[in-house]
């Protein structure tokens, strides 16, 4: 059975960087896709990025390009998303999503069936 966890949240203020981490455990294969999704208040869950484990092209949701990167660790079973320049509005619970294989609809929650509990972010002054 696979196991997100995710650590890394927590207070910051406008312009700091955070960087969460989601650890997996149960993966057999590389053939195996990871996301970040996030969700504010009173809002549908969001997609922030994902990327196949095997890997090739991360895949950024236009929005958050240039502030936000995936990546992950292989010997540590672990994927990040790098976070700078953080504004009041990244304000939100982070999620991490798993799934065996790659979807082409990767930027869908229902597209993964492995969750973390999810991480708050919050940035304030």
């Known amino acids: 059975q696979v196991q997100l966890v995710e650590s890394g949240g927590g207070l910051v203020s406008p312009g700091d960087s955070l960087r969460l981490s989601c650890e997996i455990s149960?993966?057999?294969?590389?053939?195996?896709?990871v996301a970040w999704f996030r969700q504010a208040p009173g809002k549908e869950r969001e997609f922030v990025a994902a990327?196949?484990?095997?890997?090739?092209?991360?895949r950024v949701e236009d929005s958050f390009k240039g502030r936000f990167a995936i990546s992950r660790d292989n010997a540590k079973n672990t994927a990040f998303l790098q976070m700078n320049s953080l504004k009041s509005e990244d304000t939100a619970v982070y999620y991490c999503?798993?799934?065996?294989?790659?979807?082409?609809?990767?930027?869908?929650?229902?597209?993964?069936?492995?969750w973390g509990q999810g991480t708050q972010v919050t940035v304030s002054s």
């Open positions: 999503a798993a799934r065996t294989g790659w979807h082409v609809w990767y930027h869908l929650p229902s597209s993964y069936n492995y």
């Open positions: 149960g993966r057999e294969s590389n053939n195996f896709g």
């Open positions: 990327m196949r484990w095997s890997g090739g092209a991360p």
